[in-house]
């Protein structure tokens, strides 16, 4: 299957610091991409769907000023947690597709990023 | 919005034992997948069911896509220390975009 890649693995930073998370499509072109949240021992929760050169669509309850989403390119996007609280705390999960059609197309997941913020 | 419940939350095996877990909607969906998670990694896809009725294998792995389309299950036949892990089911109705259920832990017997 396809890869996808995220950067940093894990991260551990101040609170009321930003921090920015890469997802990144290997091997193919992304042109939806996905943003997940998963708090300890709880399921996958999506915050946002971003294809490539538009705006982000944002799930309800997730503030867009506070996770800014970028999918400048086919490749890559990025996820921007700004003024990080220890409420922030979780697992970030990315996921791709290749397309954004009506039937579904796999969703190749990435290994995710642990934020931790103290 | 649709919400998918997915039982059991967990359970614990006995190397070579065949587990079960499934998952039920209030409506339906168009595609089923079922993914596996290991600690501090992504889901992985172990199974997609396209069609109503569809049952699909995947070595010891088998899924049937419920005929009413609001249910899924999944079989793990004679166990292994491996299958150790969350096991999500997730379901697709338009637009590419996934809902997961709550996850199935599947933990060794001591």
């Known amino acids: 299957g396809a890869v996808v890649s995220q950067h940093p693995s894990w991260v551990i930073c101040k609170s009321g610091t930003s921090v920015k998370i890469e997802c990144r499509s290997l091997?193919?072109?992304?042109?939806?991409m996905f943003w997940y949240r998963q708090f300890p021992k709880q399921s996958l929760m999506l915050m946002a769907t971003?294809?490539?050169?538009?705006?982000?669509?944002?799930e309800q309850g997730v503030e867009k000023d506070k996770f800014l989403i970028n999918h400048a390119s086919l490749t890559l996007s990025t996820l921007t947690v700004t003024s990080a609280h220890p409420e922030d705390s979780s697992f970030y999960i990315c996921?791709?597709?290749?397309?954004?059609?009506?039937?579904?197309?796999?969703?190749?997941f990435g290994p995710g990023t642990r934020l931790t913020v103290l | 919005g649709q919400q998918l419940n997915q039982s059991p939350q967990s359970m614990f095996i006995q190397e070579g034992e065949d587990v079960s877990m499934n998952c039920t909607s209030s409506?339906?969906?168009?595609?089923w997948l079922w993914y596996k998670q290991d600690p501090g990694e992504g889901p992985v896809l172990l199974i997609a069911?396209?069609?109503?009725?569809e049952l699909t294998s995947n070595g010891r792995l088998t899924a049937q896509f419920g005929i009413t389309r609001k249910d899924s299950f999944l079989n793990i036949s004679a166990s292994i220390p491996s299958d150790v892990g969350i096991y999500f089911c997730?379901?697709?109705?338009?637009?590419?975009?996934?809902?997961f259920g709550g996850g199935t832990r599947l933990m060794v017997k001591p």
């Open positions: 971003s294809n490539e050169g538009s705006k982000a669509t944002y």
């Open positions: 996921s791709a597709s290749d397309s954004s059609g009506v039937s579904y197309n796999e969703q190749f």
């Open positions: 069911l396209y069609k109503a009725g």
């Open positions: 091997d193919f072109q992304a042109t939806t």
């Open positions: 409506s339906i969906f168009n595609t």
């Open positions: 997730a379901g697709h109705y338009a637009g590419n975009m996934l809902t």
